[in-house]
Every structure is written in structure tokens, then in C-alpha cells.
């Protein structure tokens, strides 16, 4: 295949970026998205030119760090896939392809197509755990029985793998697709219940003073979000937030 690129080049977080336009050709119809990227910064590199800058790491769907808008979706034009799983034969030959960095005022441009999440992390930490007594009297998770249908919810929940392109698809950049799936992984299990209220409360407050938008229906995240998260799990962190608030104001 030949394709066209329109890639988003930005030298740094202050600099000013621009699309800028390039050719590739004899691209693999089986190469991924990724590997295709690759081809070109091979290219630029024999070049002496400055390959693109992109997120990557395991490749196989799991880590979330392939963060690309492709021709204006995030992760690309496959339901439910990563931008590492996603295969070039989904695109025409002759095509052009935008490619560029996730949008969002939470996830500042360093360079090209990488942005900072650093934002979610810390959201994380203000609570998205539970805390274990490692004293030698640790209790076996298995020995706290959990019903099965909660346990799937769980774990539907737990597969987000925190790529913030929920963020990217919302046109207020909410992250409350995110949030939701990682206090309800936790609010769902016996185990996460003891942190349960202070969990939700610090999380959402740590959503907002990272400057993520407030959510308001649109529903794109769960279209766009790679790992089918369900917007269920927001409808369950606001119950969570409402019950914690009225409980913490008593
Ligand atoms: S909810 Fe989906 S889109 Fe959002 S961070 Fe998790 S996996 Fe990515
Ligand atoms: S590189 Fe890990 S999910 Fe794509």
C-alpha cells in the first residue's frame, strides 16, 4: 500500500505544532498501525530526519501507552482495538491518514504524538487501591467469598487499561470513564469496601483539580474506549460519590 500521513510534529511542550505531510510506500496490508510508524522513522532516520515521537510498549493491547488520534478517532477506525492492534488492511491503499496526539488540557503535548498522563496516574493514587495488612496476618483474597456476578463486573471493570482515550473522545475531555471503572473494580469486591467512600471522594476531587471536564452524556467515551468499558460504570461512581457525600456531611 502507499499511503499519504498528516502527523502532528511538535518539538516540545512550549513549541508550536503543525501537521506535516509525508509518503510511505510498500507499507504491509499485515503490519500494524505501529509497525507502519516504524517503516516511516526508519525512513526519516536513513533521512538523517527526526523520527516521530509516539507512546508504545507492549504492543499486544494491554499497557494503554499507544495513544494516537487516527483520521480523528482515537486508537483509529476499529471498535474496540488499540492503536497497537490495529492493522493497516483496514485502511485503502492511496488513503491519507491524520495522525496526532490525544487533545486534552490534562494531557499536555512533550512531543509529536506523546503526551503527559500523568494526570491519571495521580488520580490513582488519591485512592484507586486497596490497602493490605502485610503484617504476616494477611488475609487470602480467596477466603472472602464473592458473588459471581459482581466478581464479572469486577473484572469487565478491571480491564481498562488506563489509555485516556475516553478523554480524548469526550468533548469536554472528561475522564469520568476512567475514574468510574477503577473505583468500580474496587466498590464491586467485599475488599474495597472499607476504603469505599473516602476511595470515591478523593478520586473524583483529584479528577477535578487535574482539570479533566465535567461529564455531560455524550456517551463518545464508551464508543471510542478500546477495552468496551460501559458507561454503567459512571452511572455507579455517582451513586457511590452521592451516598459517600451525604454520609461525610452527617
Ligand atoms: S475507560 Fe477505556 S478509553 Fe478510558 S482509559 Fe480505560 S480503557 Fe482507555
Ligand atoms: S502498546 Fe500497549 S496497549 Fe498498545
Not at 538523517?48 to 499486544?60: I, L, N, S, T, Y
Request: aromatic letters at 6%.
Amino acid at each position: 500500500m502507499d499511503l499519504k500521513l498528516k502527523i502532528w510534529r511538535q518539538a516540545n511542550a512550549n513549541s508550536k505544532g503543525e501537521l506535516k505531510d509525508y509518503n510511505i510506500s510498500d507499507v504491509s496490508e499485515d503490519s500494524s498501525f505501529l509497525e507502519m510508524m516504524d517503516q516511516l522513522n526508519e525512513e526519516l532516520i536513513e533521512k538523517g530526519d527526526e523520527p516521530v515521537a509516539f507512546d508504545h510498549d507492549c504492543r499486544e493491547g494491554i499497557c494503554g501507552m499507544c495513544s494516537m488520534h487516527i483520521n480523528g478517532e482515537p486508537h483509529g477506525p476499529e471498535n474496540e482495538t488499540t492503536t497497537c492492534q490495529l492493522h493497516m488492511r483496514k485502511f485503502k491503499d492511496g488513503d491519507t491518514i491524520y495522525v496526532e496526539p490525544w487533545r486534552a488540557r490534562a494531557f499536555p503535548v512533550m512531543k509529536d504524538l506523546v503526551v503527559n498522563r500523568d494526570a491519571m496516574d495521580r488520580v490513582i493514587q488519591a485512592g484507586g487501591f486497596v490497602s493490605v495488612n502485610t503484617s504476616g496476618n494477611t488475609l487470602d483474597a480467596n477466603a472472602i467469598p464473592v458473588p459471581k456476578a459482581n466478581a464479572d463486573e469486577a473484572f469487565n471493570a478491571a480491564t481498562c487499561i488506563g489509555c485516556g482515550a475516553c478523554v480524548a473522545a469526550c468533548p469536554n475531555a472528561s475522564a469520568m470513564l476512567f475514574v468510574s471503572a477503577k473505583v468500580s473494580q474496587l466498590a464491586l469486591l467485599p475488599q474495597g469496601q472499607v476504603e469505599a467512600k473516602d476511595r470515591v471522594l478523593n478520586m473524583v476531587n483529584q479528577m477535578d483539580l487535574e482539570g479533566f471536564g465535567n461529564c455531560s452524556n455524550v456517551g463518545a467515551c464508551a464508543e471510542e474506549c478500546p477495552k468496551g468499558i460501559s458507561l454503567e460504570n459512571i452511572a455507579r461512581m455517582n451513586r457511590e460519590y452521592l451516598s459517600a457525600s451525604i454520609s461525610s456531611e452527617k
